[in-house]
């Protein structure tokens, strides 16, 4: 088949992927073996908090990479289109990430506050019981995989079926799931979002915080999809397809994630800092003293102020290298923004981060990346036989 191999990756670039996947694979390890002597030196709850960081944004990655996918289908842009693959790819790691839930799964008395025997005499504790139950938490992941492995397994697997047969009936049916796909997810991850961050601080609660999560996973993925799209753009056979137009949306998409992302956070504060409610503002009391000040200060400069001057310049957005660049300088911010979520809510005021919380994104990260690298090399880079390709591939060719 002859417009399979048109699109499939050339020699260089699997070369180039194979190369990745193995230092990944190397990083991983090392991450890992850290990550399981940090186990034994430092504390079996340090441990736990670390993995906690790491698993959350890695899990992040995958699922962002599965909201892309729903939202390209939805939206039908140029921009996806040529990215599809990349995000196909980072969401059948969620396999992976099913296994890695396992030590926050069977380690949840050691993390979460609601299941210390103290929290027995806890009025507000006792109060969200029927929420913050241990059998509850230990049902409900299983039903979170399931759901989002089964979008999962349906997105790409109808996807390959078009690459092979060109049925016009199967993109509609790819519309139809991701429509009703991106209801369930928000369902599900906010309620995920509660289970595994929320519930660090039982007392504490915020309407706005299973979004939040959301387009920080979004943004983290799409940062990394981003930073592999241009890397993969330099090979054959996407060297001479991709237009300055495609990089630009892609920035543009990340601009107004990033923009988003600011607006909630800052919607979060003002209104639960004007509500002024003890139960309410002391997630911000221990964000706001012992040092945690200075990584929130840094986030609003470094995560929204920096970023979003940046993306505001076409010129910046054109450019593959200085994309890229901005790209990983999200990725890196975003885990920022993961430990600041995770760690205050143990830091008892002072501000704590371990040289766990930097082991175990690495370790995780590695065994992801791996994965991902993988993966990618299993299909061909674009979708063969999608209706709007040519469409795609002609985005942005007169404005040259």
């Not at 049925?167 to 009703?180: H, P, T, V, W, Y």
């Not at 397809?241 to 543009?252: A, E, N, S, V, Y």
Request: aromatic share 14%; glycine share 8%.
């Amino acid at each position: 088949m002859m417009v399979e191999n048109q699109y499939s990756l050339a020699p260089d670039l699997l070369g180039v992927l194979k190369k990745y996947q193995g230092i990944a694979v190397v990083v991983g390890l090392i991450g890992i073996v850290a990550l399981i002597a940090g186990f034994f030196v430092a504390s079996p709850e340090q441990f736990l908090r670390s993995y906690l960081v790491g698993f959350t944004f890695w899990i992040g990655m995958a699922l962002g990479c599965l909201v892309l996918v729903m939202i390209q289908y939805m939206s039908g842009g140029a921009w996806g289109m040529m990215a599809r693959r990349t995000f196909e790819a980072g969401s059948r790691v969620l396999p992976l990430m099913a296994v890695l839930v396992l030590p926050i799964y069977f380690g949840a008395t050691k993390l979460f506050p609601w299941t210390f025997p103290e929290a027995m005499h806890d009025k507000v504790i006792q109060d969200k019981a029927f929420w913050l139950n241990l059998p509850g938490f230990y049902l409900r992941a299983p039903i979170y995989f399931c759901i989002w492995g089964a979008l999962m397994f349906l997105l790409n697997k109808w996807s390959l079926e078009q690459d092979k047969t060109g049925d016009i009936q199967i993109a509609k049916k790819l519309e139809r799931l991701s429509g009703a796909g991106i209801v369930i997810f928000v369902f599900s991850m906010t309620l995920a979002a509660i289970d595994w961050l929320m519930a660090l601080s039982p007392h504490w609660f915020s309407t706005i915080y299973g979004l939040l999560v959301i387009v920080g996973q979004v943004l983290s993925a799409l940062a990394l999809s981003v930073a592999v799209f241009v890397l993969m753009a330099g090979y054959a056979p996407l060297k001479n397809l991709i237009t300055k137009r495609h990089l630009h949306d892609l920035g543009k998409l990340m601009l107004a994630l990033t923009m988003l992302w600011a607006y909630l956070s800052f919607s979060q504060l003002i209104l639960i800092w004007s509500g002024n409610l003890p139960e309410e503002i002391s997630y911000y009391i221990d964000r706001l003293n012992g040092g945690w000040e200075y990584v929130g200060a840094g986030l609003l400069m470094f995560h929204f102020a920096f970023p979003f001057l940046m993306l505001l310049s076409q010129k910046l957005k054109k450019n593959p290298k200085t994309i890229s660049r901005i790209a990983l300088y999200i990725i890196f911010v975003r885990l920022v923004d993961v430990i600041w979520l995770i760690e205050p809510n143990f830091g008892h005021q002072h501000l704590n981060i371990h040289w766990l919380d930097i082991a175990a994104p690495i370790g995780i990260g590695g065994l992801w990346l791996a994965y991902f690298f993988y993966n990618l090399r299993q299909r061909p880079i674009l979708p063969v036989n999608a209706p709007d390709l040519q469409k795609a591939l002609d985005h942005g060719r007169h404005h040259h």
